[in-house]
């Protein structure tokens, strides 16, 4: 069963179209990533699909109720937590939690008592009476995740939710995901981290430029752009841009920017091509730093459908 599914989904602002044509197909339980630089339009589909925005054209459902014409029983039904914390910085994490129960139509009574349980589950209870202004960024975002499951929705939407965070808070919002995932509720979520993506997402969509340009597993996605991946780096700027030369003139190779100006990885499609690659740089005369070979990264996945990585950039989230 599907909880999520849009057809040819899509919404214009003024001349941009920022969601063009998006299909989508999310299985009940899973955790479902989109992934994409920011300005991809990724926010704008999820706000979409938590009936903030209405499409320009196409059609979504959650939960069979389609996002338009059913937009209240949609919203009864799912969680929400943006970019950035929505939490009352003027209240404790205590008080935060109550005021959401309340609002959600729980008693007072039941409305603490659930805010002291998830505030237990996410490591923060022995700051629950301290004011959030107090709180680090990594606090708040555990805070706001948890205030969007006072009530266990049936799916929870998740836009950007590490964007900010040392690696730290960020492993530990890893651990939440996974566990309100485990309990049944369907995670959306967007995320311009590749690692991110791959740790989380059941299965992913590629999305740029409003496009949905690939979707599959991690491993489906891996495998589509080469059998692995050379990762080279050299000693310097001119070695490296002869190399890059070699690579591309001559074997015809798919080259993609390394971590540093000195390196770069190339995909190949089979092992035979490794020494013959190593033959053609090392015969120009370069002098090799290191010669590895590996399966490809979701990054070198997202440049070679891109041909551009997915680094931060522009916000995707729209006004109409």
Excluded: C
């Excluded at 959600?104 to 349980?117: D, E, F, P, T």
């Excluded at 995670?187 to 740029?208: F, G, K, N, W």
């Amino acid at each position: 069963m599907n909880s999520i599914e849009t057809h040819g989904l899509a919404k214009q602002f003024g001349n941009k179209r920022a969601v063009d044509g998006i299909d989508l197909a999310i299985k009940q339980g899973t955790i479902y990533g989109l992934l994409g630089p920011n300005g991809a339009g990724k926010t704008t589909t999820i706000r979409i699909l938590a009936t903030l925005l209405k499409p320009t054209a196409g059609t979504a459902t959650v939960l069979g109720f389609d996002v338009v014409n059913d937009a209240a029983q949609v919203r009864e039904r799912i969680g929400l937590t943006g970019q950035y914390a929505s939490v009352d910085e003027e209240l404790t994490g205590i008080e935060n939690m109550v005021l959401v129960g309340r609002l959600l139509g729980l008693s007072w009574k039941g409305a603490r008592a659930r805010g002291v349980q998830l505030l237990e589950s996410f490591g923060l209870i022995e700051a629950s009476k301290q004011l959030v202004r107090s709180y680090s960024g990594g606090m708040r975002r555990r805070l706001d995740i948890a205030a969007g499951l006072v009530v266990t929705p049936e799916v929870v939407f998740l836009d950007e939710p590490t964007t900010g965070l040392d690696p730290r808070s960020r492993g530990q919002v890893w651990e939440i995901v996974r566990a309100v995932a485990r309990e049944g509720t369907t995670v959306l979520l967007t995320t311009q981290y590749m690692e991110e993506a791959d740790r989380l997402a059941d299965r992913l969509a590629v999305i740029d430029h409003g496009r949905r340009i690939a979707e599959g597993t991690s491993s489906e996605l891996k495998a589509s752009v080469g059998a692995s991946t050379l990762r080279i780096r050299l000693y310097s700027l001119e070695d490296r841009i002869t190399s890059e030369k070699i690579l591309k003139e001559r074997m015809a190779l798919e080259v993609h920017p390394g971590g540093d100006p000195f390196s770069f990885a190339a995909s190949i499609a089979r092992e035979s091509q490794i020494p013959e690659v190593y033959q053609a740089i090392s015969g120009g005369g370069v002098r090799l730093a290191e010669f590895a070979v590996g399966h490809p990264s979701l990054d070198e996945v997202f440049f070679a459908l891109t041909g551009h990585s997915a680094a931060p950039g522009q916000n995707d989230a729209h006004r109409p």
